[in-house]
């Protein structure tokens, strides 16, 4: 049977193999990983639809194709060879990491290759194997194949040639090739550069009230829900409560027109240990009080850390977040998430000097306070739209009674 790329997600009209779990020759059970396919920054494993014996790999690693298109044949006992070949568009000859290696020199400590079988990412010739070979498989009912799963990869040796225009490593130099997340990330914000007028706007919050709120809830609301209560909850519930006023903000740019969308499905930037960034979505987060907007979040950080998130929950944005604030950021200037028009990031929170009102004029208080950072797209409104937004969501952070939202 022919194993397909499936469809992953509503509007997933693609995706990228980048890990076959088998070679060709291995037994495969149904629902065991066969591979691996990347969408828009989460990586989903597949497992197989059959049990069998994998005959062919169709597709190599790395190779993005559309959904339906044929990756590979798993074979059953007794099920006749199909001429896959003659069904699947040619393609050209995929290079393997073995060939890359090869290509930057071997390393001083270069030993023997582990396995002599091809790589299972590639389509080689003599791939295919006959009926005889998987009946004789099956019929002794043999275990899969092992093999040392391998090590991360070792950079390349420094070589004289560069990696980039004018780049050569020096001797002491690591090469780190970029991850498919990294790649992604690269080319999305590139993207979005080179297509929206991006444009800051920053203003000052006093979390004084969100602070007090807080610290009153902390001891209750973590025992309720089983995370703490941060600020990121306060600032998403206020930002959604001020795009009520200023809808543009929550829209996508059209073709010569502007999409302002009715709901808010907002986007949380969650961090990957360093290795990347991903922004899951709360879907209709504009009917969400705090409590229930801060599961949601949460919800949605651990899937991410998880790495549970499915290609559904990262789609359809129409406003993102990202929350630098922990590393105590002063100003953020984030990129936009094409096609939004709009991206806010919260700065850091620390104890600062303030003037506050007294009976006979200000005084001097130390208050939580910290900056808000709005991009935005020049193209879809102007500075004084989208500073009266973040006015906004500065003026709930400030005057709102939370505590009734966690009642």
Known sequence: ?????????????????????????????????????????????????????????????????????????????????????????????????????????????????????P?????????????????????ARAQPLTRPRASAARPPAASSRP??????????????P?????????????RSIETAA???????????????????????????????LTYLPFVARAAVDAIARFPRVNASVGDDALVVHSAVHLGIAVDLAFEGLVVPVVRDAGGLRLRALARRIDEQRVAAEQGT????????????????????TLVTAPIISQPQVAILSTDGVAMRPVAVPTGDGHGIAVHPVGNLSLSFDHRAFDGAYASAFL?????????????EELA
């Not at 990696?163 to 050569?168: L, S, Y």
């Open 178 to 190: 970029f991850s498919s997340v990294r790649r992604r990330t690269g080319d999305h914000m590139r």
């Open 309 to 328: 998130l499915t290609p559904d929950d990262v789609s359809g944005g129409t406003f993102t977040i990202t929350n630098a604030g922990g590393f105590g």
């Open 391 to 403: 006015q906004r969501v500065v003026e709930l952070l400030e005057t709102r009674r939370w505590d």
């Open 119 to 139: 790589a299972t990412g590639a389509v080689a010739a003599g791939a295919r194997i006959t009926p005889a070979d998987v009946d004789a498989r099956i019929a």
């Open 163 to 176: 990696v980039a225009a004018g780049v050569t490593p020096g001797p002491d130099d690591v090469v780190e």
């Open 1 to 117: 049977m022919f194993i397909t790329m499936p469809q992953l997600g509503e509007t997933v009209t693609e995706g990228t193999v980048t890990r076959w779990c088998k070679a060709v020759g291995d037994e495969v059970a149904e629902d065991e990983p066969l591979f691996e396919v990347s969408t828009d920054k989460v990586d989903t494993e597949v497992p197989a639809a059959a049990s069998g014996v994998l005959a062919e790999i169709l597709v190599a690693e790395g190779d993005t194709v559309e959904v339906g298109a044929r990756l590979a044949v798993v074979r059953t006992a007794g099920e006749p060879v199909e001429e896959s070949a003659a069904t699947t568009p040619t393609r050209a000859p995929a290079t393997t990491p073995d060939a890359a290696t090869a290509d930057a020199g071997p390393g001083p400590d270069a030993g023997p290759a582990p396995d002599a079988r």
């Open 198 to 228: 991006h444009t800051l706007v920053v203003m000052q919050a006093d979390y004084s009230t969100v602070a007090r709120t807080r610290e009153a809830a902390r001891d209750e609301f973590r025992a309720r829900e089983g995370f703490g």
